[in-house]
């Protein structure tokens, strides 16, 4: 079921809610506010009075976790393996999926997807996020939250914002200067609010500029409510506002749950504030009647109730789980050709590293998205399924025609792990030394990292001569990594995140000392690095990335010529245009291409990092195939944040797009006049 803001059923939504908040009392509207039950961590407050029941959440973006559902349910690829398929379509199709299990788990919201930019590869959430372009975040996150909502459930968008660190996340500060905020931090935020009206958001634990979000009106109240239309209502993180006891500006600022119990709504403070007219009954209103909205729109109350049956059978969705896992894994190194395998040419693959038979789907490991999957193939079951009667699986790695080092990180504390951001870029000691002692009994070993953010490979890297980044790739993660590696699937993936050569190339580490990252002795976190995120800062102070963003190689060769536009006129921010290039699959192998566009405004008066992802299409060619890829340019994707007047405005003057396969490729390049209309 997907609502529209404007449709008739909305309007019958609303007038249940008005119906609604005119029975309850004051009281009645406190406790609707909080979770009250002690030891209940997921559900809100009932009002059995009036039929009201509790709302049931769960995390989170791998899957419906394990801490808030007695279910085994299908553990997916990490959010930034999702994000690395550069593939609207398969997002839409994982959110549908997730909507039906988490109605199947008798579960009403979806604490997710996650959308904080990608600041440093440090950050120990890097793996639940999807990158550190806000473009193709949100591209990615519209269809998840789209997909998720269709099926009746809710998508709570967090964390609601600048939440870009583990380290002192309850307590820094994230400093940010206001066109930063708006263009890299806040923009996919407000582009999934606009483009598919997620029914809640979830506030960080951050503070921001010295505020935590809840006592932030301008920020909750006028820029997500009022500026963007935000309709849903906003949940903190989970006792986020432990450290605050003001109801009065929470209400105000537009907070409507506090969870998992009360500190600000507890129901004294609440009597106490509204007796001293720190809020209105109107106010008060406003953030129930944003609350109650989810009932209906989920059908847990209303006409069109829900009938859920808990003890509906969930197969899982394995098979998807597989296919953003395979679509989603990076090639970034290949030399001679090493892969794919051919099973037919080999008698003996070695087998070696610290991931090679590890399931990761366990109670509480890595944080809240936790998932416990009904199986979880691991590298080694699913290699030795494939291998099974034509190939040895070995251990010494001279003692094969090739090996295969299953190398990266996990979610204990200190790697990629919710709550402490990771100790080291490097692997750790005694991996370096494995991938370099097998090298030199095999040089024809393979690298797989299973990881969640960049890793630092320089001490090795040169003696390997091919590495698969697989990410975290879920329950099938055995399976699908053998499909990649034996060739039954052409490897497709992007990297949404750039993979630095070494930590103090990244922006957030570039400075000496902690006033960047982790902050300062006052718990400020200076984001100096200003737009320069990502790509951006590499590409404007001109340094080499170990590989660049959008990079990802294929077994087959593609080639593109004639990037051309429909019109060279682009009029304002509401205005598009469409690009085209000719695509040709010049290899043997069927496979699929990531088509990106960027965009340079030369002669802006305000500065523009060198190149910003504005569009990509990915598509699949035969061998031999020629095909011509348009993606759309929207005028609002070119757009720039006006800290004189607090409000976006369209791109003027003179903007290069150019065209390739990553943001550092060779580039097909046109340009267009972009005009305010
Ligand atoms: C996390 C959230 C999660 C919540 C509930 C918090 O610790 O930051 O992402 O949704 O817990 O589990």
Redesign the pocket.
């Known amino acids: 079921m997907s609502v529209s803001p404007n449709s008739e059923e909305n309007m019958a939504i609303d007038s249940y809610v008005e119906n609604l908040v005119k029975k309850l009392t004051l009281e009645e509207k406190f406790l609707l506010l909080a979770n009250h039950a002690e030891g209940v ?2 559900s809100s407050t009932p009002i059995d009075r009036l039929g009201i029941p509790s709302m049931e ?1 769960t ?2 973006p791998l899957g419906v ?1 394990w ?2 559902s007695n279910r085994n349910c299908t553990r997916f690829p990490a959010t930034i393996g999702l994000a690395a398929t550069w593939d609207r379509s398969l997002s839409q199709l994982m959110g549908e999926a997730l909507g039906r299990e988490v109605k199947a788990a008798g579960k009403h919201l979806l ?2 997807p ?1 959308v904080n930019i990608h600041r440093t590869p440090l950050n120990g ?1 890097t793996f ?1 996020y999807m990158s550190e372009d806000p473009y193709l975040a949100k591209e990615i996150a519209i269809p998840y939250v789209r997909g998720v909502q269709n099926q009746g459930v809710g998508a ?1 968008l ?2 609601f914002a600048a939440n870009n660190q583990e380290t002192n ?1 309850r307590t820094s500060s994230s400093e940010i200067d206001e066109r930063t905020l708006h263009e890299i931090y806040l923009r996919p935020f407000k582009e999934v609010v606009q483009h598919a009206n997620p029914w809640s958001v ?1 506030g960080s ?1 951050n503070k921001i500029n010295g505020k935590y979000v809840y006592e932030d009106i301008q920020l909750l109240r006028r820029t997500l409510m009022d500026d963007w239309g935000f309709k849903g209502f906003v949940v903190t ?3 986020a506002t432990k450290y605050m006891d003001d109801a009065a500006i929470c209400i105000n600022s537009g907070l409507s749950l506090e ?2 119990r009360p500190h600000c709504y507890k129901l004294e403070s609440l009597r106490d504030a509204i007796e001293k007219q720190g809020f209105t009954e109107f106010r008060l209103d406003d953030v129930v009647r944003r609350f109650l909205r989810m009932f209906f729109l989920t059908g847990i109350m209303g006409p069109n109730k829900n009938s859920i049956d808990v003890s509906e059978d969930i197969t899982g969705n394995p098979d998807l789980a597989r296919r953003i896992a395979e679509e989603g894994m990076v090639l970034l190194k290949n030399d001679r050709g090493l892969l794919p395998i051919n099973l037919e040419k080999i008698q003996k693959l070695a087998l070696l590293g610290p991931n090679l038979d590890v399931k990761l789907g366990r109670p509480q490991y890595g ?3 936790a998932v416990v999957p009904p199986y979880e193939i691991t590298p080694l079951e699913g290699f030795t399924e494939r291998c099974q009667g034509k190939v040895s699986i070995v251990n010494d790695p001279s003692d094969a025609e090739l090996a295969i080092v299953f190398a990266g990180l996990n979610h204990d504390k200190g790697m990629d792990a ?2 402490k951001d990771r100790e080291s870029f490097d692997l750790p000691k005694d991996q370096v030394e494995l991938i370099k002692r097998t090298t030199k009994d095999n040089p024809d070993t393979i690298v797989v990292l299973i990881s969640g953010s960049p890793i630092g490979m320089e001490q090795w890297l040169g003696d390997v001569p091919a590495v698969l980044e697989a990410w975290y790739p879920g329950m099938e993660s055995g399976r699908a990594i053998a499909n990649v590696i034996f060739g039954n699937v052409n490897p497709s993936g992007k990297l949404p995140i750039t993979f630095p050569r070494r930590l103090v190339d990244s922006p957030a580490h570039s400075v000496k000392g902690t006033r960047t990252y982790p902050g300062d002795k006052h718990l400020r976190v200076y984001y100096n690095e200003g737009l320069n995120v990502g790509y951006r800062f590499f590409d404007t102070m001109n340094i080499e990335p170990q590989f660049p963003f959008g990079f990802g190689l294929s077994y087959t060769h593609f080639e593109y010529e004639n990037f051309r536009v429909n019109k060279t006129k682009l009029m304002g921010m509401k205005d598009q245009l469409i690009t085209s290039v000719d695509v040709s699959n010049t290899g043997s192998l069927i496979g699929s291409e990531v088509i990106q566009v960027y965009s340079n405004q030369k002669q802006s008066l305000v500065q523009r990092p060198p190149r910003e992802l504005v569009g990509f299409e990915k598509v699949s060619l035969e061998p031999g195939q020629t095909v011509t890829i348009s993606a759309p340019i929207l005028g609002r994707d070119l757009a720039i944040y006006d800290v004189k007047k607090h409000r976006w405005r369209a791109a003027t003057g003179e903007v290069e797009l150019f065209a390739g396969n990553s943001s550092r490729s060779e580039f097909l390049s046109e340009t267009i006049v972009c005009c305010e209309n």
């Open positions: 961590y997921f959440m995390d989170g976790a801490h808030s604490l997710a996650g959430r639940e709570c967090k964390h996340r979830m634990y993180d989970w006792d969870m998992p944080g809240s998205s919710e709550s």
